[in-house]
């Protein structure tokens, strides 16, 4: 009886968590991405660490949040991204080099 206790605890935690999160989206302006652009977005976040850190597409792919995502799927989300400004293409990189554009970076101050 215990560990299904613990179980619900953690099940009820899990689903508040959820609800927060789709709060503080809505509170960002960003619930309107789909959840794999968020994925990728949460991605490059985690990865870069100032705003102005380039982070390798091979990278932001390799990542927790984006690795499950089917590949074409990934590549939708990323440039989908980058035409929202979301993401930047890197300046002065090769390609599949990117950073934080002026809407992340917008949400981050």
């Known amino acids: 009886m215990d560990e299904r ?3 619900s605890r953690r099940f009820h935690s899990v ?3 959820r609800e927060l999160l789709l709060g503080l989206e809505h ?7 789909s959840r794999n652009e968020l994925d990728v977005l949460y991605a490059v976040k985690l990865l ?3 705003e102005d ?3 390798r597409s091979d990278a932001i792919r390799r990542h927790s949040l984006c690795s499950a995502i089917a590949t074409p799927t990934f590549h939708r989300a990323l440039r989908s991204l980058v035409e929202k ?3 930047d ?3 002065m990189t090769k390609a599949r080099a990117y950073k934080l554009g ?3 970076a917008q949400i981050a101050h």
């Open 85 to 87: 400004g979301f993401v």
């Open 15 to 17: 689903a508040q968590l």
């Open 53 to 55: 850190s380039i982070v």
């Open 48 to 50: 870069g660490e100032s």
């Open 5 to 7: 206790m613990t179980a």
């Open 89 to 91: 293409h890197a300046p």
């Open 102 to 104: 002026s809407r992340a």
């Open 27 to 33: 509170d960002l302006g960003i619930s309107d991405l």
